[in-house]
């Protein structure tokens, strides 16, 4: 059974950086296809960044680009974002998810994953 807990949420203010990281058990990795959502109170579920384990692609969102980086850490099963210059726009709850068909790897909506965690949440005071 595949279990994803994120961590490392927290307050912040303006330009701010925080790290997030998730790690994943029971996930064999035979896609390697992880990614990160946030979903803001009122608003849809929108994907942040994702990644391809086995290429090492990286896939973001045009509103994170440059702020945001995605990366793993193999060894311990752990993905990590990394956020800088955080901004109140960015306050969300965010979670971590991991898809089973790598046909979809990089994919940056959310009806592509079929796993994910119970979120952790992001507050950026102005």
């Known amino acids: 059974q595949v279990q994803l807990v994120e961590s490392g949420g927290g307050s912040v203010q303006a330009g701010g950086s925080l790290r997030l990281s998730c790690s994943a058990s029971?996930?064999?990795?035979?896609?390697?296809?992880m990614g990160w959502f946030r979903q803001a109170p009122g608003k849809e579920r929108e994907g942040v960044a994702a990644v391809d384990r086995g290429s090492g692609s990286t896939y973001y969102a045009d509103t994170v680009k440059g702020r945001f980086t995605i990366s793993q850490d193999n060894a311990k099963n752990t993905l990590y974002l990394q956020m800088i210059n955080l901004q109140p726009e960015d306050t969300a709850m965010y979670y971590c998810?991991?898809?089973?068909?790598?046909?979809?790897?990089?994919?940056?909506?959310?009806?592509?994953?079929?796993?994910w965690g119970q979120g952790t949440q992001v507050t950026v005071s102005s």
């Open positions: 998810a991991a898809l089973s068909d790598s046909t979809w790897c990089g994919s940056l909506f959310s009806y592509d994953y079929d796993y």
């Open positions: 029971g996930y064999t990795y035979t896609t390697g296809c």
